[in-house]
T-cell receptor, first 114, second 115 residues
Framework: DGGITQSPKYLFRKEGQNVTLSCEQN?????MYWYRQDPGQGLRLIYY???????QKGDIAEGYSVSREKKESFPLTVTSAQKNPTAFYLC?????????????FGPGTRLTVL | AQTVTQSQPEMSVQEAETVTLSCTYD???????LFWYKQPPSRQMILVIR??????QNATENRFSVNFQKAAKSFSLKISDSQLGDTAMYFC????????????FGKGTHLIIQP
């Protein structure tokens, strides 16, 4: 089955540690995205990537880093510089073309800082 | 910068009723796309419906339809014959047609369908 997988489902981090959230898709989509969701808030864009080896900052990129070495993978690292990392993180992907394509989402990772 | 506003934090209706969720947006662009996503308690984001701004006809998907008023920058979602499984957070989202950036979301409406 084609889809987007995120791992782990739950992640606990001690203050001062970097952690990496995994996102993999087998939909052959060119574009991938990372969003953050806080209680009572909509999703906010962290980073996005349109092609391999290229990515752009979103609205709240500070304290996060990404890489896009393969088309199907777009891992997100939450660094110790992120002051309030506890949140729900969602990865999405879409095709790219002339028309803006629909973004499809993974199941999410819940990150908690202890 | 684009903004998306959902003015109803929570709504509750009886099963089988019709309910309308409101969404307004602000943009200076003429080519853009609007979406409604559903997030049930599982937290999986599910696409409900999509509207392309250049299309005058309102999008429809089974029991879900939109009322797209481009001049008023309004994009409401109507759910007919509501079902218990429609209980979820509903998010309105916007993306421009020219760029390659992500979606801008509203803060969501929590819809509760009562039996």
């Amino acid at each position: 089955d084609g889809g987007i997988t995120q791992s782990p489902k739950y992640l606990f981090r001690k203050e001062g540690q970097n952690v990496t959230l995994s996102c993999e898709q087998n939909l052959n989509h060119d574009a991938m995205y990372w969003y953050r969701q806080d209680p009572g808030q909509g999703l906010r864009l962290i980073y996005y990537s349109q092609i391999v080896n290229d990515f752009q900052k979103g609205d709240i990129a500070e304290g996060y880093s990404v890489s896009r070495e393969k088309k199907e993978s777009f891992p997100l690292t939450v660094t110790s510089a992120q002051k309030n990392p506890t949140a729900f993180y969602l990865c999405a992907s879409s095709r790219q073309g002339v028309k803006r394509d629909t973004q499809y989402f993974g199941p999410g990772t819940r990150l908690t800082v202890l | 910068a684009q903004t998306v506003t959902q003015s109803q934090p929570e709504m509750s209706v009886q099963e089988a009723e019709t309910v309308t969720l409101s969404c307004t947006y602000d943009t200076s662009e003429s080519n853009y796309y609007l979406f409604w996503y559903k997030q049930p308690p599982s937290r999986q984001m599910i696409l409900v419906i999509r509207q392309e701004a250049y299309k005058q006809q309102n999008a429809t998907e089974n029991r879900f339809s939109v009322n797209f008023q481009k001049a008023a920058k309004s994009f409401s979602l109507k759910i007919s014959d509501s079902q218990l499984g429609d209980t979820a957070m509903y998010f309105c989202a916007f993306t421009s047609g020219g760029g390659a950036d992500g979606l801008t979301f509203g803060k969501g409406t929590h819809l509760i369908i009562q039996p």
